[in-house]
Each structure stands twice: as structure tokens, then as C-alpha cells.
């Protein structure tokens, strides 16, 4: 099992006190619920956000669309990432959106992907603006198989998206190489958060979270949020949302400390 961040707050905030914290939101601000959309914020995570974005530039990376995953949040000063990193706002008028050429695929893609769920119960089908998802949480085991081949016939008739798998969910998104951790590089870049000695930490629980571990083994830290040992870029781990609410409360102390 790799090392509890818990443990090495200090080493992760590092010494100069300058740090740039990206963040998942459902399994990583959140705990993962059978209905996602009563995955709410806490007012214990809302207030330790509000106390580290002004310390420290803060980003939350949601396969969740952006206005969603804002109005959830609802903190200021934070850059938010919708669709796994395809749109991107922020303060001082941040703002980019990736693959807007492939919303009229995902709009029949949409269409077909319904049609094919339509029969099996308890299969969701939700549309993001750069993405499909297709829930399976709470299908029948047995039925799984089926949501399976339906999302698989979908993507070989649309070539020009590819699928990922998340917690539960398959997606559809555009077929380009853009994910979670193209989306912290480029943020890093515009920011100017690359140049000098700011530390960059990613928190994310899922198997999406990885391209940002990865994106960041050599000049940030990944935290993987899980309750199991499981194989990571990440360097550090938590067990669960509540645990990266204790770390970031210590982060920000720490932060102000040095």
C-alpha cells in the first residue's frame, strides 16, 4: 500500500508554501451514492475549499458537466473542469472547450445509446455536453453484459468516439487525445503554475484520475483516493472523502504556516 497522505502533509506542501491543488469531486469531495444526483457538496468540504482557494490556486476536474459540478460546489476563486476536462471556467475570464466539432456525433450517438437501454432496467443514460454516459449501478448483475455490447455496437458505428470506463459507467467521448491530465497540464501552462517552484497535487479516486497521476509523476504529487490497494501512478493515498477533507484542512494550515 503506498503511503497515507495523511502522514506527509508537510512533504507534499513542500517548503516554499506554494501549491496548486486539483481535485475530483464524486469518491473525492464526495462519497460515491447510488444516485449520483444526490451527490451534494458538504458544508464541512464547502468551508475548507473556501479557506484554501485563497491560498492557493484550486481545480476541480468533473466527469460531471460544468455548470453542474459549479452549482455544486459553488465556491469562488476555483477553476472548474467539466466533461473530464473537455470544458474548462474560471476567474478572470478562463475559458476553453475542446472537440465543440463532435457535438453533433454525440447528439445521435445519444439517440441510438437511448434506444439500445430503453429495455433494461435501471440503465441510465445520461448526456453531458461532451460525453454520454451510460450508468449501471443499480442494473441487475446479470444485465450488466448487455449495457456493455449496447455502449461497445454504439462506439463501432461512431468511430470517431472512444469509451472509457469509470465507476459504474461507460462513457462515449471524442476520440482525441485530450483527458484529465492534458487538461491539469494545460491549466498549469495558462496559469503560469508550471514556472517556479509551485508544487501541483492532484486528488482523484477514479480510473480516470490516473492520466493526471501520470501527467504529474515527475513535477507534482497524485493522491489516489481508495479504500484498497490497487496499482496507481499516484504516490500518496486516503481512503476516503473524508479523509481528503482532514488533509486538506491540514494542507491549508500548513500552507499558511510556512
Known sequence: MIPSALEHV????????????????DGTLTPIISHPENAWLSDSMRQVLQALAPRA?????????????????????????????????GPHGLRRQVATEFLPNLRLAEKELREALDQIPAARVERKHFSIAAHYRNVKENDVPEVERAVDAVA???????????????????????????????????????RGNVRPIYIGDDS?????????????????????????????????PFEVERFLRVLTAHLLAV
Not at 508537510?10 to 469531486?25: N, P, T
Not at 484550486?58 to 466533461?83: C, M
Not at 497521476?213 to 500518496?236: D, H, K, M, N
Open 156 to 194: 463501432v458505428r461512431h468511430p470517431e468516439l472512444r469509451r472509457i470506463n469509470g465507476k459504474k459507467v461507460y462513457e462515449l467521448l471524442p476520440a482525441i487525445d485530450w483527458n484529465k491530465g492534458k487538461a491539469v497540464v494545460w491549466l498549469l501552462e495558462t496559469l503560469g503554475l508550471e
Open 57 to 89: 490556486p484550486v481545480a476541480i476536474l468533473s466527469g460531471r458537466d460544468l455548470d453542474d459540478v459549479r452549482r455544486r460546489v459553488n465556491v469562488n476563486l476555483i477553476v472548474y473542469a467539466g466533461s473530464h476536462g473537455f470544458d474548462i471556467a
Open 208 to 240: 480516470t484520475d490516473e492520466d493526471a497521476f501520470r501527467a504529474l509523476e515527475q513535477s507534482g504529487i497524485g493522491i489516489l483516493v481508495s479504500e484498497q490497494s490497487q496499482p496507481t501512478a499516484a504516490r500518496y493515498s486516503v481512503k476516503n
Open 10 to 25: 508537510q512533504e507534499i506542501g513542500g517548503r516554499s508554501g506554494r501549491a496548486a491543488v486539483f481535485l475530483d469531486y
